[in-house]
């Protein structure tokens, strides 16, 4: 959430543009009591970030890149 507060405290800034914060929970937020293989594994905490992208509910996502999956190209 910090994040998304800071990009929003920076947009504020140019009065030209409206923004309005956009809370969406992720299954990794509703069930962090559960390992995250038992809640989809990778993506838990982007799943619905992504799907308010696609279905138009948000035009910007800002999230934490520790949680979003990743793959370093090390063998």
């Known amino acids: 959430m910090a994040e998304a507060l800071a ?3 920076s ?3 140019t009065p030209r543009i409206a923004t ?5 929970e992720t299954a990794g937020d509703l069930h962090r009591d559960r390992p995250i293989g038992a809640i989809g594994g990778q993506g838990a905490f982007v799943k619905e970030v992504e799907q308010a992208l696609i279905d ?9 890149a520790k949680d979003l999956p990743s793959s370093c190209g090390l063998r």
Request: net charge negative.
């Open 7 to 9: 990009s929003a405290a």
């Open 11 to 13: 947009s504020a800034a």
């Open 20 to 24: 309005e914060l956009v809370v969406v």
């Open 56 to 64: 138009g509910r948000a035009d910007l996502a800002v999230h934490s």
